[in-house]
């Protein structure tokens, strides 16, 4: 066994894993001839293909290392927190199809365009700015789930966590600039069965075989990490969760890339489905971490977010721990090159073309591209400032759910929507959400449900009010 230590076999593993997965974004390059390749891959992808780059995107570093370093230090808020998010994908993968639908019909590569044509130009811009911060800020915690791992591997010779950071922002860059879409969800299919192999079925039954089977897994356990409970931040987790499920740009992205209203209903749910699997899995391992690795974590590696890969390390033998280490990469980059491109998208298609329409494809690439390697400064320096996954991830996501989670719906499924009212709903939700946290979560309330309510009552109320003076487009399916 491995007792604590990696080996020169496990880093060799590992950085075999990250040459393919730069080589798999170097040939797909060949197939971008256009913009519309670059975001959603021509419309080309089935059921199959979707299931796993949505598992991949969903199954990313905040919800592996993030989800089970708060397991390991809070128990049961880990699988609280989860649900309501699995309950949302299943309500997006319901109108999954819908999205599908309007985009093949209209030409539509993004939720922005979507508002610009129920709404106008302003309506998009305004969502285009947050889904961009939203997606750097997603992209930061992955960032940051990276940089604990290579600072896990590189301890020894001096790799510091900023360099882990700095080492992981160059790896995410290279195959989403190279091949966008096209290179992002054919990497998430090989880190899908990655994941699903190493991560989710070796590490947990290694670990309860070290314990002594299920038996020796209940006798330790402390009670209080399944103790249910509930309090006001857990209840701004939820919600934000849910709400933001309505929103999710990269989920959003995936519909718009499924060939066909069926493809993207069923990858959808698929990929959902076993993303339901893997919560029970994660509180296991980020639970069982105590018994194995101990009360420690934070005091040896800095960080609750180390729970699993410290798991990895102590239970697998020398070469298993890389395959097991590499899949936990597989789980960070498929989140974090998908989020990147979302927000790479957001900053030159829907801003820059909006402000520039006269911008030719091949110039809309080559920006693309750069901005694949500019965008990552951004979510490194947040990187560095939040040092925990989980904190950045609800750091990005809460006034995003506040702001954007109904206005989304609206613009699909509300034929009385406004520009008006939805302009107000996303100001209203982000100027509460905001407020709310400025003065200190007032009874422990998270701040995306105060934010939600006053979204949704300006979204309604204002586009009640001017719906027969300023009726907006309703996109009308064939």
């Not at 309007?102 to 922005?112: A, D, K, L």
């Not at 698929?270 to 391992?285: D, E, H, R, S």
């Not at 939600?452 to 064939?478: D, M, N, Q, W, Y």
């Amino acid at each position: 066994m491995n007792h604590g230590e990696i080996s020169v076999l496990d880093i060799a593993i590992i950085g075999i894993y990250l040459a393919a997965m730069i080589t798999i974004g170097v040939i797909n390059v060949k197939k971008v001839k256009n913009a519309g390749d670059y975001y959603v891959a021509g419309r080309s992808f089935g059921p199959l293909v979707l299931m796993a780059t949505v598992c991949a995107t969903i199954i990313g570093g905040s919800g592996l290392m993030g989800r089970a370093g708060v397991a390991y230090s809070s128990g049961f808020k880990a699988l609280l927190t989860a649900f309501p998010y699995l309950l949302g994908m299943f309500i997006f993968s319901g109108f999954s199809g819908r999205i599908s639908d309007v985009g093949m019909q209209y030409g539509i590569t993004s939720m922005p365009e979507l508002f610009e044509l129920r709404f106008g130009k302003t309506a998009k811009l305004f969502l285009a700015a947050m889904v961009a911060f939203t997606m750097m800020g997603t992209v930061a915690s992955q960032v940051t789930a990276t940089a604990t791992i290579i600072n896990m591997l590189g301890g020894e010779i001096g790799i510091s966590y900023e360099a882990g950071a700095v080492i992981a922002c160059i790896v995410f860059v290279i195959y989403t600039a190279t091949s966008g879409l096209y290179g992002v969800v054919y990497t998430d299919v090989l880190q899908f069965y990655m994941l699903l192999l190493f991560v989710y079925i070796l590490i947990p039954v290694s670990s309860l075989m070290k314990v002594g089977g299920i038996g020796g897994f209940v006798r330790g356990l402390d009670p209080a990490l399944a103790q249910p409970y509930i309090n006001g931040s857990i209840l701004g987790d939820i919600v934000t969760y849910l709400v933001f499920t309505m929103a999710g740009a990269e989920m959003w992205q995936r519909a718009f890339a499924a060939r066909d209203r069926r493809s993207a209903r069923r990858g959808m749910f698929l990929g959902t489905a076993v993303y339901g699997v893997t919560i029970f899995l994660v509180y296991f391992m980020g639970v069982v971490a105590h018994q194995i690795v101990g009360d420690d974590i934070l005091t040896l590696y800095g960080t609750t977010d180390a729970a699993v890969p410290a798991l990895a390390i102590r239970v697998l033998p020398i070469g298993l721990t890389g395959l097991a280490l590499a899949g936990i990469l597989s789980v960070i980059m498929s989140t974090a090159d998908s989020y990147l491109l979302v927000s790479v998208q957001t900053c030159v298609h829907d801003i820059g073309k909006t402000l520039h329409p006269e911008m030719s494809d091949r110039t809309e690439i080559r920006l693309s591209r750069a901005f694949s390697v500019l965008l990552p400064a951004g979510a490194l320096v947040i990187a560095l400032y939040i040092k925990n996954a989980y904190n950045i991830l609800m750091f990005a996501w809460s006034f995003y759910a506040a702001a954007a989670g109904l206005p989304a719906f609206a613009a699909l499924y509300w034929r009385r929507a406004t520009k008006q009212g939805v302009i107000a709903g996303m100001i209203a939700g982000f100027v509460v959400c905001v407020g709310w946290k400025l003065s200190g979560t007032p009874f422990g309330l998270g701040a995306t449900v105060p934010g939600a309510i006053a979204c949704a009552a300006a979204l309604i109320g204002v586009s009640l009010a001017t719906s027969r003076k300023s009726p907006s487009v309703f996109p009308e399916i064939k």
